[in-house]
């Protein structure tokens, strides 16, 4: 056993600094949620007097009540719909996360028909595929309750629509590799969305209300002069007497949820159960996590307290301790699930990534699953670091980390800069699951260090040329690049362009780490029966 030794003193100046600052990030992540909730609450009114539920009412009831929900990318699109802070609605216009219908963890998919009528947001794409390929990746089940509007014609881009294709595709792979996909057409499923009903195994459509067509009453005029009547064109009776297209036809909203769990319930798929393992809850309070990272991504943090807060009675097994020491890595368990943890207490030296490197390589060998708590500025630079190779050792890190052959999982605690975000497995070295503190920075570089180093090619360059340096305009262009970098730095700007699968409340983190420890086991464990296709001969 080997109980970390807690060093952190919630009465200091620095702690209650630092509290403050997270608490501040906190109450600005879940004022932003609420906004998304508010703006499709709006709706109530004009749902309720055609007996529908509202999006959010739907995902609640088609969830086993009390089960644990882990919705992803909240702040998906944020500040792309409009450019205001004080208006724009982030989530992309879809509401997605993971949990329970009848007992089977699934993924569930939502449109939030709230808001413009269930049009796809910005991001709302980007979301949508990220789900679906965390679905394929862990075998787990799609539920998708349907009602949209479809793309914004206001918003067109081409690429949208071709990328868009996508979607279908990859409900297609669902299927065909086995995992349910049921879908409840709450409204509006039309031209190529049609196909978002279309791609399912299961389909419910709710009398009255469901509409599936590949062109609308106007569109159908338009290009045929034919006139038909949305329901006579695309009904939920048509399409459940008549096409063929639904499966099963509910009386309204409600009642398609129910038939949904239904569907489920008679699913002979494997109800894994949870770990029945023993386990103690960490020594140390989990709520300290909101005061132990400095606002200031330069200061130090001895990330030893915050695993002590995340794992199993405290209790870290580390691994080369005296060797690299700024790299910590380590063995411990969260819920009594085995897990190998790297983290950084400063830059990556040669040392750090060659211990990194057998590490990764020892959990592999062991099936450890393995989590990367990012609090780096980069790989270290400089003339002995480079004689002493830290391309060559920091390249080997990046291929370790590519070619692990375990589940990863990554958390931006702080700092995820350089070629560091990268060997510590950053969005772009596709972890399984990835998660951001409201604190995390990503950039290739510091703003400022982005505005010196053009600084000084500038002068270079000027020197070359024999011309003199404008001081003023120099100052300006180093203002516009940290301007420029800071736009995008920061957490409330990368999970909007779906940089990572969520931002959590620190305190919550071992609560998410068990959730998803669970979901990569128990996919690794599932073998779905994939669907055989056949080619007809003659």
């Known amino acids: 056993m080997a109980v970390i030794e807690n060093t952190v003193s919630p009465a200091s100046e620095a702690f209650k600094a630092n509290q403050q600052g997270m608490l501040g990030l906190i109450a600005r992540l879940r004022a932003l949620e609420q906004r998304t909730r508010d703006a499709s609450a709006l709706a109530k009114d004009r749902f309720h007097k055609r007996s529908q539920l509202l999006p959010r009412e739907r995902v609640a009831l088609v969830l086993d009540p009390g089960a644990p929900f882990l919705e992803l990318s909240t702040l998906a699109g944020y500040m792309f719909d409009v450019p205001d802070v004080e208006k724009s609605v982030p989530g992309g216009g879809v509401i997605a996360g993971i949990g329970f219908v009848s007992g089977i963890r699934c993924m569930v998919s939502a449109s939030d028909a709230g808001i413009d009528a269930g049009a796809l947001q910005p991001f709302g794409l980007d979301k949508t595929l990220r789900v679906q390929d965390l679905a394929l990746e862990n075998k787990l089940p799609y539920v998708q309750l349907v009602e949209s509007a479809g793309a914004n014609l206001l918003r067109y881009r081409v690429e949208d629509f071709v990328r868009g294709g996508n979607i279908f595709r990859n409900l297609a792979r669902l299927s065909a590799a086995g995992l349910p996909v049921v879908t409840v057409t709450h409204g509006s499923s039309t ?46 009776e048509m399409h459940t007497s008549i096409s063929g297209l639904g499966d099963y036809l509910a009386e309204d909203d409600r009642d398609g949820l129910r038939i949904a769990r239904e569907i489920m319930s008679a699913l002979p798929w494997d109800r894994l159960r949870g770990n029945a393992t023993q386990y103690k809850p960490p020594r140390y309070d989990q709520d300290e996590l909101r005061g132990i990272m400095p606002m200031d991504h330069k200061r130090p943090v001895d990330m030893r307290q915050v695993i002590a807060r995340i794992v199993d009675d405290s209790d870290f097994s580390e691994f080369g301790t005296n060797y690299g020491p700024a790299t910590v890595c380590g063995h411990a368990r969260v819920a009594g699930e085995a897990l190998g943890i790297i983290t950084n207490n400063g830059p990556l030296d040669v040392p750090g990534a060659n211990k990194a490197t057998h590490f990764i390589q020892a959990c592999c060998q062991s099936r450890t699953p393995l989590l990367y708590l990012n609090n780096t500025t980069g790989y270290m630079v400089g003339r002995a670091y480079e004689e002493a190779g830290m391309i060559k050792h920091g390249s080997k890190m990046i291929q370790a980390v590519t070619s692990a052959t ?21 969005r772009g070295f596709h972890p399984r699951f990835c998660f951001s503190w409201p604190n995390a920075k990503t950039a290739v570089m510091g703003g400022e260090q982005a505005a010196e180093t053009m600084a000084i090619v500038t002068e270079a360059a000027a020197a070359r040329r024999g011309k003199p340096i404008d001081k003023g305009r120099l100052e300006a262009m180093k203002a516009e690049i940290i301007g420029v970098f800071e736009s995008q730095t920061d957490v409330f700007s990368t999970s909007a362009r779906l940089l990572d699968d969520g931002v959590i409340d620190p305190r919550d983190t071992r609560a998410v780490l068990a959730e998803v420890l669970a979901i990569c086991r128990e996919g690794d464990a599932r073998t779905p029966q994939a669907m055989q296709f056949s080619v007809a001969r003659p």
Not at 207 to 236: D, K, M, S, Y
Not at 406 to 426: D, E, H, L, R
Request: hydrophobic share 40%; with cysteine.
């Open 406 to 426: 375990v589940p990863q999982m990554t958390i931006y605690c702080g700092a995820s800069f350089g070629a560091g975000n990268y060997g510590m497995c950053g």
């Open 191 to 236: 031209a190529g969305g049609a196909y978002q009903t279309g791609l399912s195994d299961y389909i419910v459509m709710v009398r009255g209300r469901t509409r599936a067509f590949l062109a609308g009453p106007p569109l159908l005029r338009a290009a045929t002069g034919e006139v038909a009547t949305e329901e006579e064109l695309g009904g939920a």
